[in-house]
């Protein structure tokens, strides 16, 4: 029989208490007081007679293009794992450190400079000791449902979408997941793929927590064993159905309950479902037992194939970069202001919501600025077989539609679809979203229609890789 070689590993990567954690433009706090589950990076590594790869899951808000081909060249350099068969994959946690140096918070930002910097050496770490860890194995894939998430752009009494809770839009709930077990039944890895933005803890939690992915790793690998990793989904439109609070326990039960309908699909997980189950003989007992073979009778599918696919996606008009950043200084000022008055707590928490607003859109100007060529950003679209499932990613924060189009359009059943992977260039929108506006639709870089081309190029990588 043909087996993959896989292992697992994972490094502990918790930031120090003090940290700057300013991801809401809601929040008045600059910095954690405390640390409620541990940040990681958790390796898996794949090889078989011609390919090796590996997948990266890191507890982290962004990894930047920039950052993004810096670590992969490392793992690379040092590994020997091509640079196009490395998955950097990130949680998008929205209760961690903030996932850059700040433009505009006075504390905690040199521990956020030194938190960033160990980030690339602690996925090289994880992915060597993955590579030692690796032993013949065979996997399996298998998909669920969950509910903990909804579709996050409702319309508000004034006609207008905000970040919420739309019970009556598009979402996806399945949880896709691929085991791997070693020779002997023993579980390796849990890959789990969930739509859901890691948004349950708001603006007035100040702990650092990985999010719902955190308990559900937990969970998954206190119940089956083995290492989980989490990979996000096409979550681009789709938010926590709890979510913006300050209640640790919140987050905490919605990991716990994705982890169950893992738990329970991993555990189902047969492995070699063609065998043999004759009957092998009959036991005198009490009541005669009857003993049956169940021996496999066909190879596990040992598949492992990479495919990197470009597509140039189309930029929109953006707002000029030096009016945005002078709007920013003035504001920044302001806030400095009411930083020293104690008495307009709710007056600085509306000030710094808008300098929020305006440091993304900065950003997005930024990198649209340093990605774009002639009018257009190049995306790479990577798809990963592993034995009978195909894992596709982008460095955008898709629209579950998108994911949904893909798997209706392709022959292959077993699809994992995610975004947030190998860089960062912010929100993928469907064409039809343009027309609604909202949040998303306000900092994508990307002109309506880039969505099909974004589709097509991912069905191009799937059909490489079949």
């Known amino acids: ?38 940040l990681y990076v958790t390796a898996a590594y794949f090889q078989s007679d011609k390919t090796k790869m590996t997948i990266i899951d890191v507890d982290i808000l962004v990894i930047t293009n920039e950052k993004d081909q810096e670590i992969r060249s490392l793992i690379s350099d040092e590994t020997g794992v091509p640079f196009d068969n490395i998955r950097l ?24 400079k030194k938190w960033l910097a160990s980030i690339g050496p602690a996925c090289l770490k994880a992915v060597r000791l993955a590579i030692e860890n690796a032993q013949p194995s065979v996997t399996k894939f298998s998909r669920g ?175 000029d970069l030096k009016m945005l950043e002078e709007k920013f200084e003035r504001l920044r000022k302001k806030i400095d202001l009411l930083n020293q008055d104690e008495s307009s707590p709710e007056k600085l928490k509306l000030e710094v919501s808008h300098l929020r607003k305006i440091n993304i859109s900065i950003n997005v100007v930024k990198n649209q600025k340093l990605a774009a060529r002639n009018g257009f950003i190049t995306m790479r679209v990577q798809a990963i077989r592993i034995g009978d499932a195909v894992l596709v990613s982008m460095p955008v924060e898709p629209f579950a539609e998108i994911a949904s189009s893909i798997k209706a359009q392709s022959s292959f059943d077993n699809l994992i679809i995610s975004g947030f992977s190998n860089g960062h260039n912010a929100y993928l929108p469907t064409t039809e979203a343009y027309e609604e506006g909202g949040y998303e639709v306000d900092v994508t870089p990307f002109s309506p229609g880039s969505d099909q081309l974004a589709v097509s190029a991912c069905l191009n990588a799937v059909s490489l890789v079949e």
């Open 89 to 112: 994959s990130y949680s998008h946690t929205h209760s961690g450190p903030v996932a850059y140096a700040s433009d505009w918070h006075t504390e905690g930002n040199d521990l956020v």
């Open 145 to 319: 449902s969950c509910e903990i998430n909804a579709n996050r752009r409702p319309t508000g009494p004034d006609g207008r979408l905000f970040t919420g809770r739309n019970v009556n839009g598009f979402v996806i709930r399945d949880v896709d997941v691929i085991g791997v077990d070693d020779l002997n039944g023993s579980p390796v890895a849990t890959i789990v793929n969930y739509a859901c933005h890691p948004t349950i803890m708001g603006h007035e939690n100040t702990a650092v927590t990985p999010d719902f992915p955190g308990p559900m790793r937990k969970f998954v690998e206190s119940t089956v064993g083995g290492t989980c990793l989490f990979l996000q989904g096409a979550s681009g439109n789709i938010g926590p159905f709890d979510g913006f609070t300050g209640d640790l326990g919140v987050y905490r039960k919605a990991g716990k309950i994705l982890g169950a309908e893992v738990a329970k699909l991993r555990l189902e997980m047969d492995f070699f479902p063609e065998r043999d189950r004759s009957l092998k003989e009959i036991i005198p007992s009490g009541a005669n037992l009857g003993i049956y073979k169940d021996d496999p009778t066909t190879n596990p599918d040992a598949s492992l194939e990479v495919s990197n696919v470009s597509v140039d996606l189309p930029c929109r008009e953006l707002p």
């Open 1 to 38: 029989m043909n087996f993959l070689i896989s292992g697992t590993s994972r490094v502990d990567i918790t930031p120090p208490i003090g940290i700057t954690h300013a991801n809401w433009g809601a929040q008045t706090h600059q910095v954690s007081t405390h640390n409620d589950m541990p």
